[in-house]
C-alpha cells in the first residue's frame, strides 16, 4: 500500500497550494496508508503553523470509525462535535 509523509497530509488538510492539493488528492485517491509518527507530525505542525486543534478531530473520527460513539468528555470544545457528550 502506498504510504503518505506530513506534508501531503498537511496540503490536504489546509488547502494552501493547489498544485499540490490536486497532486496529493491524485495519490490518496486509491487509497493510501498514514502511520502513527506522521500523525503526530501532523498534529504539531497543524497547532504550532496553523493553530488548529487536530487531536481533537482526530478523536472524534476515531471513535466514528469504531462505532464507539458518542464519546463523553469534560472538554466543552471537544463537546462541540455531534458526537461527543458533555459530562458537565
Known sequence: MRTVDTNLVVRLIVRDDPRQVAAAERFVAQGAWVSLLVLREVMWVLDRAY??????????????????????????????????????
Open 51 to 88: 493553530g488548529v486543534s487536530f487531536p481533537d478531530c482526530l478523536i472524534v473520527a476515531s471513535a466514528r470509525a469504531s462505532g464507539h460513539t458518542p464519546l463523553s468528555s469534560f472538554d466543552r470544545r471537544l463537546a462541540r462535535f455531534r458526537e461527543v457528550q458533555s459530562v458537565v
